[in-house]
């Protein structure tokens, strides 16, 4: 996996008496797909997911509501089989079980999952943990546990998350400035409103129904992708 030089950062922002292991780069912030399954109506999730990856997608994180974690385990083994293939990281939203049991390259959490700390002795210390930020508080923190990776939005309105809470491209920045950590923008992000993050100090973006929702998948991904190295490249 390619190594990030650590974002220069203010002393009194972060603690310079911690050092961390980049596990993850800010190529793979990319451009990172979240799926969705109900978009998977004449075609199944492993097959949306392969035609993501061949599209070229950098990170993949599997995101699964309402189902047991038996049925859970079961889609992500199948789904770990295919970003393995494709050498893209591979992580499972807010469950740490899951994780464990396929042995995904790590899990995703937002500020009421689990803790990053108890996290990190369940999985330890070669996992990528990821974290939901929207503060530069919040992402202070998560560095301090032990995160290795931002996500943080929405920065446009989005129908995946109906609790979402916008923010502004300056709180985008400044959450960004604040940890030597990657970050991808989320939130709304598609190929007609991506240009309007030109400029901005993430990594990539994180996209769901961008690349999900579309009838050729590999050819949304392809578009995204240099929308996304352009802006980000």
């Not at 974002?7 to 979240?34: F, G, H, W």
Request: proline share 2%; aromatic share 6%.
């Amino acid at each position: 996996m390619m190594m990030l030089t650590e974002r220069e950062t203010a002393d009194s922002e972060v603690p310079q008496n911690k050092e961390q292991k980049m596990k993850v780069s800010a190529e793979n912030m990319r451009l990172y797909a979240v799926t969705d399954r109900k978009w998977c109506i004449e075609r199944t999730l492993e097959q949306q997911t392969e035609d993501a990856l061949k599209g070229g997608i950098t990170f993949l994180q599997l995101r699964e509501k309402n189902i047991s974690d038996e049925e859970y385990i079961e889609i992500a083994g199948r789904i770990k089989k295919l970003t393995d293939r494709y050498n893209i990281p591979f992580v499972i939203n807010d469950n740490i079980k899951v994780a464990m049991a396929v042995n995904a390259d790590g899990v995703h959490l937002g500020q009421n999952d689990m803790d990053i700390r108890t996290a990190r002795k369940l999985l330890g210390e070669n996992k990528i943990i990821g974290a939901t930020a929207k503060t530069p508080e919040q992402a202070v923190k998560a560095y301090n546990d032990g995160a290795d990776y931002l996500g943080t939005g929405a920065v446009f309105a989005t129908s995946t998350k109906s609790d979402a809470v916008n923010i502004s491209i300056e709180q985008l920045n400044e959450v960004c400035r604040s940890v030597p950590l990657p970050v991808t923008a989320i939130g709304g992000i598609n190929e007609n409103n991506a240009y309007m993050l030109k400029g901005c100090e993430a990594d990539g973006i994180a996209v769901v129904s961008a690349i999900f929702s579309k009838k050729n998948i590999i050819e949304a991904v392809r578009n995204l992708r240099n929308i996304s190295d352009n802006l980000f490249g």
